[in-house]
């Protein structure tokens, strides 16, 4: 049993089905201000002076190491660097062992900067939000990466923060071709405060909300692959298996909280029909996670396995 | 010169008058700019409310059977219905 502060069942059901984690605050100060250091200051708009250069500029001076994909995380970042120091943090490393199991791979990392609007009048773009897209490329697997996006200070509603809609992470797509979804109900902001963890199933549909402050907004992303088993990595003390299934349809009122009340809770977008197939792919991914291949919730997929061959 | 305004909607099934998750805009009028993000309430409930506000359908998805050994997997958004007005602009 791993020393870690390993995430509960509830909370691994919870990112089961709506595909994140966020930890507001979990990051000290002196980690995020050390970080913001490492980054460096970032020059102010200058006519005619394109958006692309600055940041570039800020990239190349930042003293955040250039990283070979594949390399084991653990080895990514120099010893006492802010992101070494950040994810030694016990309870991130209790939760990235919870989700991807030990010893995780380095994927890749980028320092998102979203500039105000006086950056994109001095280098005459225009000001947008990102389209929503799901990260990569299309990916079947079961498996699935961790993304963890990092918020080194504070982020307002006018500076936009990453925007992303819960749920959507089980659905196969292929990057940006989703662009065309303006708005989805039910999706996010993240505005939070300085040192603020959001913990991302990599199928999730999310985008950089455009910068309306008058300050830049600094985000940082790490993709991360699992190298061994995903498989009941979580705290398994907390795992209780139902004795029976509940009752559907039916229900003379609210049901106990639960797992199986967590992954058949719908999300504000999703349509009727479609909505129970990511209840089946929900209980699915449960049944990888847990290593549990008879679990069900709600008879979905007790109902489809029934070939009437006994 | 005449200018067309889109409005995408994303509907709960394939009935108009089913319920909006998801919407989108275009304003070939260039008088807005919508973009990702910008709206966490749509601008209609339904897309019949869209009609009866004065959008016009050009355009509605349409149900295809489910590939056989993928019926299961969920991918883009399935209930799309495009939706146009069409402006006069001063040249």
Same mark, same amino acid.
């Given at each position: ?124 773009? #225009? ?47 292929? #990057? ?128 489809? #396995? ?5 | 010169?005449? @200018? ?20 989108? @805009? ?6 807005? @700019? ?10 209609? @409930? ?46």
């Amino acid at each position: 049993m791993s020393e870690l502060p390993l995430l509960d069942a509830r909370t691994m059901a919870g990112f089961a089905a709506r595909g994140f984690l966020r930890m507001d605050g979990a990051v000290p100060e002196e980690i995020n201000a050390q970080f913001l250091a490492e980054v460096g200051e970032i020059a102010g708009p200058e006519p005619g002076r394109k958006l692309r250069r600055t940041y570039g500029e800020v990239l190349a001076r930042a003293a955040v190491p250039e990283v070979p994909a594949g390399t084991p995380l653990a080895r990514a970042y120099p010893q006492g660097s802010a992101m070494a120091r950040l994810l030694e943090l016990p309870v991130v490393a209790g939760a990235i062992r919870s989700l991807v199991g030990e010893a995780p791979t380095f994927d890749h990392h980028f320092l998102h900067v979203t500039f105000p609007p006086a950056y994109h009048e001095a280098g005459g773009g #225009e000001n947008v939000s990102q389209h929503t897209h799901q990260d990569s490329t299309i990916d079947p697997r079961q498996a699935f990466d961790l993304q963890i996006m990092y918020y080194p200070h504070e982020v307002t509603r006018p500076m936009g923060g990453t925007r992303f809609v819960p749920g959507t992470h089980l659905r196969k797509v292929s #990057e940006a071709a989703l662009g065309r979804y303006q708005n989805v109900r039910g999706q996010q902001h993240m505005v939070c405060g300085a040192g603020t963890l959001l913990f991302l199933h990599s199928g999730m549909w999310h985008g950089g909300g455009v910068n309306l402050s008058d300050r830049t907004r600094t985000m940082f992303k790490v993709r991360m692959n699992p190298s061994a088993s995903q498989v009941r990595q979580f705290d398994l003390s907390t795992l209780e298996r139902a004795a029976a299934q509940r009752p559907i349809f039916y229900l003379k009122g609210p049901q106990p909280p639960s797992v199986e009340q967590i992954l058949m809770t719908p999300e504000p977008w999703f349509e009727d029909d479609t909505g129970r197939l990511e209840f089946i792919n929900r209980v699915k991914l449960w049944r990888y996670l847990t290593g549990d291949a008879g679990y069900d919730a709600d008879y979905w997929l007790t109902r489809l #396995e029934n070939l009437a061959t006994a | 010169m005449r @200018r067309q305004t889109v409005l995408v909607l994303y509907l709960t099934n394939s009935a108009l008058d089913s319920a909006v998750v998801g919407w989108s @805009r275009y304003d070939g009028t260039g008088q807005t @700019r919508h973009m990702a993000g910008d709206a966490d309430e749509p601008p209609y @409930r339904t897309g019949l409310e869209a009609l009866k506000d004065g959008w016009r359908l050009f355009q509605a998805s349409q149900l295809l059977p489910h590939t056989p050994g993928a019926e299961f997997d969920v991918s883009y958004l399935k209930y799309e219905f495009w939706f146009e007005q069409l402006s006069e602009v001063a040249p």
